[in-house]
Each structure stands twice: as structure tokens, then as C-alpha cells.
């Protein structure tokens, strides 16, 4: 087979841009649900007799452990169910269509966060923030897997990160906008804990909002995939078993995806977890974790671009190594600072090589895949299920090791390992399409 047919208009300016706002529609949930405001009103909420120590379906733990384990949760589920779906999305040509559902679970239960209260909605919360993830995780495979659709080979880097810029701006706008809210929450007639709980809708509505652009504009069975036979779920099956197959014969493929798994699981739970560290380590209020916040989005942009020019000049590998190894002294470092200030800087070098970090790694991997495919989605299954596998071992670890000793710290410090080994297995993906010969 030819890969993408002439149905798809590679390189089209108004598809390209298309596809840069399902960043900026999901983005906000990254920011605002996972990263910033969310876990801080969930510290101060998921509070029993004045203690973190809450009782959630019977055990009894620390809030913090309990949302680690919770986000690891909702990432195994993404990870069980991915490839089925994928094959059949790749089947029946139809990856919109699962977009569009993982969309509407996610912002719907974003939606619902709102009705999270007080502790006694504690199980409501964690179900609601569970499906969240499971919708916004869910619908990266797909969203992924349009990349090889939409332009060619030697824009992957630039569009990826273009498409992680365009989620940057987004978020911060409407981080703007929620913060504007709960600070001036008087003014607009709620309490702080109601315009904080608004946001949550104003998450949900933005993300299902700007969601319908993509929807409208992004192509539909661009391979012309025709329904033959059997049931769909047989030939989804068969589908991720054919792309499970041709990996054998790519090492170079399999190698970038056992090094992506450990060093994504230190990047991924450096988000995820990062203003819980601030909370419970340096105790700071919420003003300074969003102003953090704010510090890591804006920088994140211009290190989305910097380090996608960096690729074209030295390869995807090298730039991602000398990422790799920022990403150690981060964690590092991030066992022993003790002030605020030390705080934001270490915060201003996240941003650096968190969005280049992960636009990369998305750009690197479309550039292994090979180029006759028509089965995108069963091939990003596998990157997405390493993702997802990479952030339940690497917030079950943080969660499990600040549950045993007590302190983040250690926490932060065990992630560095992760950066080491990815690093160390990177360096063996010798393939000339992500390096300079």
C-alpha cells in the first residue's frame, strides 16, 4: 500500500492549524486540572479533622498518595483499552470518531468536578478526576496518529512543536482568565472554593469548545479504509496484531519506545506532581505555584522551538539527549532546594525542556514509523500505552516512595533514575532518521 492517498492534502496550511487547536483545546485541562489549580484546591479540600489522612472506599491515606494512585489508575485503563480501539479506529478509518468520545468524557468530567465540594464528594472527585484523564489520555492517540496525515516528513519537528506552542498559549489565556476569577472571586458573587469550582466548568466547556475546529477540519479515513467481512473488534485486533508483528523487525523502533517509557515516566510526573511538591515541601501559597505555573507555560513555548531547531541542526537524538540530561539535574536539584526563589528558577528550566521533551518525542516517533503505513493509529497506540504505562510507573513509584519515607524529596531524587536509564537506552537507537550522519 502507498501510505496516505490523495484524499489527504499534506502540508495545507488550514488543516495544519486545525490540528494545532486540538492543543489549545485540551491544553487547558494539562494546566489547570492536572498542574495547577486543581491540586491545590484538592489539598486544601481532601482534608479530614484537620489532617491529610483521608478514608477513600475503606483504606485510609494521605490525600497525595491517594491522587498519585489515582492518576496511575486512570492511566492503566488508557493503556488496557488503547490498542483495541486504535486497531479498530484504523479498521473502520475513523479516529475522529474516537477523538470525539474521549473528548466528551473528559470534558464532561471536568464539568463535574464542580460539584466536588468537601470531602465528603472525596470519592466523587477522584471518579471525576479519573475519567478526566482517562477522556484527555484517550484522545491523544488519535489526535497523534493525524501528524504522518496532515504534512511531511521533514515538518514533523516544527509542526509538533508549533502544535505544543499553540497549547501553551491557550492554557495560560485561560489560566488568566480562572485566576482573574478566584482572586477577584467577591467581585464576580461566588466564594473562592465556588469561582474555583467554576473553573472547572469554564475547563469543560473550552475543551469540548475548541475541540469542534479539529472535528470539522481534520481529514476522515484519509486511506480510504472500506469495511469488509467480520466484526469490527475482530479486525481491530487484527490490525494492532499486524503492527505488533512489523515491530520485530524494527529495533531501532522498539529501542526509542523502551527509552521514551522510562523518560517520559520522570517527565510526566514531574508535571503531574510538581505543584504538590511546592504544597508539601516548600509549603508555598497559591499565588506563587501559579505564578509558577504561569513561569513554566510561557517559557515552555520558546523551549518547544529551541529545541526543535536544535533537531534539525544536530537530529532528534542529540537534542533530546541534551534535554535528557537538564531533566537529571532537575531532579537533582529538586532535593535540595529549600526556598521559593529557588523554586522559580528551577521552575523557569522545566519550561525549558518540558514542551521540547515531549513535542520531540512525538515528532521522533513519527519519524520511525515507516513510511508505507496506513495504520497510524495502531502505531501511536503503542507510543500512547508507553506513555500512559511510563506515568503510572512513574506516579505509583513518587506516590509509593513518599508514602514510605515520609517526604517528596526522596521522591523527586528516584526520578532521576528514570531520566538515566532513557537516556542511556536512546543513545542506542542508531537510525539516521533521528541523527545527523
Known amino acids: 500500500m502507498n501510505g496516505i492517498t490523495a484524499t489527504a492534502t499534506l502540508n495545507n496550511p488550514r488543516t495544519v492549524r486545525a490540528w494545532y487547536m486540538f492543543d489549545w483545546a485540551n491544553s487547558v485541562y494539562s494546566l ?3 498542574t495547577a489549580i ?28 491517594l491522587y498519585s494512585y489515582a492518576l496511575s489508575f486512570s492511566f492503566l485503563v488508557v493503556a488496557a483499552i488503547l490498542p483495541l480501539l486504535s486497531g479498530v479506529a484504523d479498521y473502520t478509518g475513523r479516529k475522529k470518531t474516537f477523538m470525539k468520545i474521549f473528548v466528551w468524557l473528559g470534558s464532561l468530567s471536568c464539568m463535574g468536578l464542580y460539584l466536588f465540594e468537601n470531602v465528603s464528594w472525596l470519592e466523587w472527585g477522584i471518579v471525576c478526576s479519573i475519567l478526566a484523564s482517562i477522556g484527555y489520555s484517550g484522545s491523544l492517540v488519535f489526535y497523534d496518529a493525524f501528524l504522518p496525515e496532515i504534512v511531511t516528513r521533514d515538518r514533523y519537528d516544527a509542526t509538533s512543536a508549533n502544535g505544543y506552542s499553540m497549547g501553551y498559549f491557550g492554557s495560560v489565556l485561560l489560566m488568566v482568565i480562572c485566576t482573574v476569577l478566584i482572586l477577584g472571586a467577591d467581585t464576580f458573587g461566588f466564594t473562592e472554593g465556588e469561582a474555583t469550582r ?14 469542534m475546529i479539529p472535528f470539522a477540519l481534520l481529514p476522515e479515513n484519509v486511506a480510504e479504509r472500506k469495511l469488509e467481512g467480520s466484526s469490527i473488534w475482530t479486525k481491530g485486533y487484527e490490525e494492532i496484531r499486524k503492527v505488533w508483528r512489523s515491530l520485530r523487525q524494527q529495533p531501532d523502533l522498539k529501542r ?20 504538590l511538591f511546592g504544597t508539601d515541601v516548600l509549603h508555598l501559597g497559591t499565588t506563587s505555584l501559579i505564578a509558577t505555573v504561569v513561569i513554566i507555560q510561557l517559557v515552555g513555548i520558546l523551549g518547544a522551538w529551541l529545541f526543535a531547531r536544535l533537531s534539525q541542526a544536530k537530529g532528534n537524538r542529540f537534542s533530546l539527549t541534551v534535554m535528557i540530561m537538564i531533566w537529571i539535574g532537575i531532579c537533582v536539584s529538586a532535593y535540595f532546594i529549600t526556598t521559593e526563589y ?7 528550566v522545566v519550561g525549558m525542556v518540558m514542551g521540547g521533551i515531549q513535542s520531540l518525542s512525538r515528532a521522533t516517533y513519527s519519524k520511525l514509523i515507516p513510511d508505507n503505513t496506513i495504520d497510524h493509529a495502531s502505531y501511536f497506540s503503542f507510543y500512547d500505552v508507553t506513555y500512559n504505562l511510563a506515568i503510572v510507573f512513574g506516579t505509583f513509584s513518587y506516590g509509593f516512595i513518599d508514602h514510605l519515607t515520609g517526604s517528596m524529596r526522596y521522591s523527586a531524587l528516584a526520578l532521576a533514575l528514570y531520566f538515566i536509564v532513557g537516556g542511556a537506552v536512546l543513545f542506542t537507537v542508531r537510525t539516521k532518521a533521528i541523527r545527523k550522519a
Not at 473553573?199 to 475543551?207: A, T
Not at 529557588?342 to 523557569?348: C, K, Q, R, V
Open 32 to 34: 489547570i486540572i492536572i
Open 38 to 65: 486543581f491540586p491545590i484546591y484538592y489539598k486544601e479540600v481532601a482534608v479530614s479533622s484537620g489532617t491529610d489522612q483521608v478514608n477513600f472506599l475503606g483504606f485510609t491515606l494521605q490525600n497525595s498518595v
Open 198 to 211: 467554576f473553573s472547572f466548568l469554564l475547563v469543560g466547556v473550552w475543551w469540548i469548545g475548541f475541540s
Open 256 to 275: 526509542y519506545l523502551f527509552a521514551f517509557f522510562f523518560y517520559n515516566g520522570g517527565v510526566q510526573t514531574v508535571m503531574y506532581l510538581a505543584t
Open 342 to 348: 529557588e523554586f522559580y528558577i528551577l521552575a523557569f
